[in-house]
C-alpha cells in the first residue's frame, strides 16, 4: 500500500510555543489530507479537511487559528498548533487520500505533550 | 447520514481461540466499509475494505470480514488468535461519494489471554 510518512512521532514543547507537524505522501500524489485527534482510548476525531492548493475546511468547534493547516503541494501537509497548552496535549494523526480515495492512508501519528 | 457502531469496547480471547469483533453501520446506501487495526502510539493500518462484490473480504494477517447488508453489519473475525494480535480495532463507514467523510467507530480493544 501507499506510504504515508508523519514527522515528528512524538513532541514535547513547552506552554505558549508553537508545534509543526508534518504529513508527506510519499509515493503517490495526496490530493486531500485530513487532520484527526485520538484522545487517550478514544476514537479518531476530524479536525480538517484540507484538498491541495486550498484553505482546510473545519469541523466544528476547531479552532482555524489555533491549528493551523497547510496543504501547499500534492506530497506534504502541515499543521500547526498555535500557542500550545497542556489540553492540546494528544495524538494527532494524519490521513492522506488520492484521487480514487477509496482507501485511506494514515500516518504513523504524533505524540503531543505540552508541559 | 452515516454511523458505525461497534458492540463492546473491550474483548478478550484465549490464544488460538476465534476472534469475533462485531461491527453495525447504518447508511441510506450501500457504502464503503473497513477495519483498521491500531497498535499504541502508532497510526493506523488497513486491515480489510469492502467496496463491492464478493462480500467476504480476506485481510491482511488472517483476518477477514463479512458484509452482510440485511443485518447492516461488518463483523470481523480470525480463527486463531495470536498474541500478537492484542490491539486496538476500529470499523469504518464512509459513503461512495468522493468528497464523504469516513466515520470510525469508537474501537474494540482485543486482549489476547496466554
Known amino acids: 500500500g501507499a506510504v504515508v510518512s508523519q514527522h515528528p512521532s512524538w513532541v514535547i514543547c513547552k506552554s505558549g510555543t508553537s508545534v509543526k507537524i508534518e504529513c508527506r505522501s510519499l509515493?503517490?500524489?495526496?490530493?486531500?489530507m485530513f487532520w484527526y485527534r485520538q484522545f487517550p482510548k478514544q476514537s479518531l476525531m476530524l479536525m480538517a479537511t484540507?484538498?491541495?492548493?486550498?484553505?482546510?475546511?473545519?469541523e466544528q468547534g476547531v479552532e482555524k487559528d489555533k491549528f493551523l493547516i497547510n496543504h501547499a503541494s500534492l506530497t506534504l501537509s502541515t499543521l500547526t498548533v498555535t500557542s500550545a497548552h497542556p489540553e492540546d496535549s494528544s495524538f494527532y494523526i494524519c490521513?492522506?487520500?488520492?484521487?480514487?480515495?477509496?482507501?485511506?492512508?494514515f500516518g504513523q501519528g504524533t505524540r503531543l505533550t505540552v508541559v | 447520514a452515516q454511523s458505525v457502531t461497534q458492540l463492546g469496547s473491550h474483548v478478550s480471547v484465549s490464544e488460538g481461540a476465534l476472534v469475533l469483533l462485531r461491527c453495525n453501520y447504518s447508511?441510506?446506501?450501500?457504502?464503503?466499509l473497513f477495519w483498521y487495526v491500531q497498535y499504541p502510539n502508532q497510526g493506523l493500518q488497513l486491515l480489510l475494505k469492502?467496496?463491492?462484490?464478493?462480500?467476504l473480504v480476506k485481510g491482511i494477517n488472517g483476518f477477514e470480514a463479512e458484509f452482510k447488508k440485511s443485518e447492516t453489519s461488518f463483523h470481523l473475525t480470525k480463527p486463531s488468535a495470536h498474541m500478537s494480535d492484542a490491539a486496538e480495532y476500529f470499523c469504518?463507514?464512509?459513503?461512495?461519494?468522493?468528497?464523504?467523510?469516513?466515520?470510525f467507530g469508537k474501537g474494540t480493544r482485543l486482549h489476547i489471554l496466554p
Open positions: 490521513r492522506a487520500a488520492g484521487t480514487a480515495n477509496t482507501e485511506a492512508f
Open positions: 509515493d503517490f500524489q495526496a490530493t486531500t
Open positions: 484540507s484538498n491541495e492548493g486550498s484553505k482546510a475546511t473545519y
Open positions: 447508511s441510506s446506501v450501500p457504502p464503503y
Open positions: 469492502y467496496t463491492t462484490g464478493a462480500t
Open positions: 469504518a463507514v464512509r459513503g461512495r461519494n468522493r468528497d464523504d467523510k469516513i466515520i
